[in-house]
């Protein structure tokens, strides 16, 4: 009986350490399993439990919806059908997907980017944000097109045959850096002497010796990043779900 208690609670902290990563699960929790007894560990399984219940509703529920997808059973299928075909038709997806993917926050000016999101209306998709999976309009055309590509892109006839719908990959990543930047600003203070030449030398060689106090209105940033390192990394899956296109 013990080696079966050591089993499900060591499963369940793998489980619920992968879903921290993702951002699913409080922390507090996972501490609290890992720390409990023998007999603490089957007080916290109902919360547990639950949590692994809504998880795996919304799991089944995804699938579903993708099986009908693929098969073509159901009129959000048809209307990525309608979808990548428009795609097709204004060209230039390799190269969005491709600066999406390397300078996501230069695609604003892409006609291809501006031609992706045209084509939601087209076809009846909402292009606003949707708060349950957290989707903007980027993350919405990037998973749009990992699936249009995936099931075959500028060569597929898409009004035939199934569609196979994956997940894309976001990932959040803080990083750290040191970089030079030019300030630009005036500077107060105040100077003894009875030559005013003689001041504007000696304030201009070392302005730091007379301020008092400054005033920043503008800067430039100079250099390249520096002493670049990655300090946090989590990834997240783009889920190409009917509810965040037809709000």
Do not use: C
């Amino acid at each position: 009986m013990e080696d079966i208690y050591k089993i499900m609670k060591t499963g369940l902290l793998d489980i619920l350490k992968e879903s921290i990563n993702e951002g699913g699960v409080k922390k507090d929790l996972y501490t609290n399993l890992k720390l409990s007894k023998r007999n603490e560990f089957y007080e916290q399984f109902e919360e547990i439990d639950a949590y692994a219940k809504r998880q795996y509703d919304a799991k089944m529920e995804y699938e579903r919806e993708v099986e009908k997808i693929g098969a073509g059973n159901s009129v959000f299928g048809k209307k990525l059908r309608h979808y990548f075909t428009y795609l097709q038709r204004i060209g230039g997806m390799e190269e969005l997907k491709n600066a999406m993917e390397t300078q996501p926050h230069s695609t604003g000016n892409l006609p291809a980017y501006k031609g992706a999101i045209g084509g939601l209306k087209l076809v009846g998709f909402n292009k606003e944000y949707y708060k349950p999976t957290r989707m903007d309009i980027k993350d919405k055309i990037y998973v749009l097109l990992v699936n249009y590509f995936h099931n075959g892109g500028d060569s597929r006839n898409f009004m035939e045959g199934p569609l196979n719908i994956i997940p894309a990959k976001e990932w959040d990543i803080d990083t750290d850096y040191a970089e030079d930047v030019i300030e630009y600003g005036t500077s107060f203070g105040t100077a003894y002497g009875d030559n005013e030449e003689r001041i504007k030398e000696l304030v201009l060689a070392n302005p730091y010796h007379f301020e008092q106090d400054r005033e920043t209105y503008d800067h430039d940033y100079v250099g390249d990043y520096k002493n670049k390192e990655i300090k946090s990394i989590k990834s997240k899956d783009l889920k190409l779900v009917r509810q965040a296109f037809e709000q």
